[in-house]
C-alpha cells in the first residue's frame, strides 16, 4: 500500500480511479468484526443532525486489516515528520470526547 495513487508497487496491477468516483468525507467510524473479516462503517457526524447514516462498507479479510493498520501507521508517521504532531483532544478516549454533549433522553418516569 502506498501514500501515492501513481506510483507503482512491485508485483502489484496499477490502481485506476474512475472518472465519476466522488470522494467521500468520514469523520466517524464503527469497526466491527466476524471471525472471518473486519467490518469499517463510515459516517459523517455533523451539527444539527439526529441520526449517523453508514454511507460506506468495506469489509477486509484480517491480514488485509492488519495490512493497511500497518500502512495508516506508516503514512501517520510520515504526516506528522511533515506537518508536525498530531494531537488528539483531551485525555479520554476519542468517543468520549466526540460524544460527551450527547444524552439520551430522559425515561419516562424519571425527574
Given at each position: 500500500?502506498?501514500?501515492?495513487?501513481?506510483?507503482?508497487?512491485?508485483?502489484?496491477?496499477?490502481?485506476?480511479?474512475?472518472?465519476?468516483?466522488?470522494?467521500?468525507?468520514?469523520?466517524?467510524?464503527?469497526?466491527?468484526?466476524?471471525?472471518?473479516?473486519?467490518?469499517?462503517?463510515?459516517?459523517?457526524?455533523?451539527?444539527?443532525?439526529?441520526?449517523?447514516?453508514?454511507?460506506?462498507?468495506?469489509?477486509?479479510?484480517?491480514?488485509?486489516?492488519?495490512?493497511?493498520?500497518?500502512a495508516l501507521a506508516e503514512n501517520v508517521s510520515r504526516y506528522e515528520a511533515t506537518f508536525g504532531t498530531i494531537n488528539l483532544p483531551g485525555?479520554?478516549?476519542?468517543?468520549?470526547?466526540?460524544?460527551?454533549?450527547?444524552?439520551?433522553?430522559?425515561?419516562?418516569?424519571?425527574?
Amino acid at each position: 500500500m502506498t501514500d501515492d495513487p501513481k506510483k507503482a508497487v512491485p508485483g502489484m496491477p496499477p490502481m485506476e480511479l474512475p472518472l465519476d468516483l466522488a470522494p467521500l468525507y468520514s469523520n466517524l467510524a464503527r469497526i466491527s468484526h466476524t471471525p472471518s473479516e473486519i467490518i469499517l462503517d463510515f459516517s459523517r457526524m455533523l451539527p444539527g443532525e439526529s441520526r449517523l447514516a453508514v454511507m460506506a462498507r468495506v469489509l477486509m479479510s484480517p491480514i488485509g486489516a492488519k495490512l493497511l493498520l500497518r500502512a495508516l501507521a506508516e503514512n501517520v508517521s510520515r504526516y506528522e515528520a511533515t506537518f508536525g504532531t498530531i494531537n488528539l483532544p483531551g485525555n479520554s478516549g476519542l468517543a468520549d470526547d466526540l460524544f460527551k454533549n450527547i444524552h439520551p433522553p430522559d425515561s419516562p418516569g424519571q425527574d
